[in-house]
């Protein structure tokens, strides 16, 4: 099976023309596409299914309720498939079913530990501020991101846990943050406000095949061993903005094989 995979295009700001790329039996959007939800349409009359996990962008300026009904009613609109803490389960052309498991999961800002959490939280209070969202008329500040983040991962948690009893052979998990320290901007380092894009979901990773990601606006492809011989790869294919020469190396059309 083989995927095209998009991320952080910030059509909202951004010059960038999305094409399919051939050969593609699917094609996720891993979030942060357009904060304005106008560009969702160039995606309407793709030639396969579109799959679309919000990114904290999507939010920007709107409740957090509100925002997702909202962009439910937009990709209904427009045919495209989102998933929040949903599984979707996809006939790939090989005869394997695959099993796609999607969530925003927002940072719970604890990948440097319980005791930098605080830190991490204070750090993340800046991002907070730009997204400038709300929940239930209160800011979406970052404990109330920490909050959500939290659900995110025990839904997630929950759902890799479910046994396939014949229901699907592979399991692709699609998030707009990191999983892990490992997807970390090289740009950045470990530093406080990295807790704002990476989680610590490695403990995740057995089970899972693929795991794909944006939000970093780097591009990630790295294995992850286990002990029972199987592996998890971890993709990100973020683009990012022009400014800051961050879709350098940036390969819209790659194919991304399970």
């Not at 704002?196 to 990601?213: E, K, Q, R, T």
Request: charge should be negative.
């Amino acid at each position: 099976m083989r995927l095209q995979l998009l991320s952080d295009l910030h059509l909202e700001t951004e010059e960038f023309n999305p094409e399919p790329a051939p050969g593609a039996e699917l094609l996720v959007l891993a979030g942060d596409i357009d904060s304005r939800w106008q560009a969702l349409e160039r995606f309407a009359h793709w030639p396969v299914p579109v799959l679309f996990v919000a990114g904290n962008h999507e939010f920007d300026g709107r409740d957090l309720d509100e925002a997702w009904a909202g962009l439910r009613a937009r990709c209904a609109e427009l045919k495209l498939r989102l998933l929040e803490c949903e599984r979707f389960v996809w006939d790939a052309a090989d005869g394997r079913r695959v099993r796609f498991v999607g969530t925003v999961r927002w940072s719970d800002f604890g990948v440097f530990g319980a005791a930098q959490r605080i830190k991490a939280l204070r750090a993340g209070g800046y991002f907070a501020r730009v997204q400038r969202s709300t929940r239930g008329g209160a800011p979406f500040d970052a404990a109330a991101v920490r909050e959500e983040g939290l659900a995110c991962r025990q839904w997630l948690t929950r759902e890799l846990a479910e046994p396939a009893q014949g229901r699907w052979d592979a399991t692709v998990v699609v998030t707009h943050f990191a999983p892990s320290l490992r997807s970390a901007d090289p740009r950045y380092g470990h530093q406080a406000s990295t807790a704002s894009f990476c989680n610590a979901d490695d403990d995740l990773f057995p089970g899972v095949d693929l795991w794909l990601h944006g939000h970093v606006h780097r591009r990630h492809d790295y294995v992850v061993e286990h002990p029972d011989g199987r592996r998890t790869r971890v993709v990100s294919q973020a683009r990012g903005a022009a400014d800051k020469r961050e879709p350098e190396g940036f390969e819209p059309l790659r194919l991304i094989g399970l």
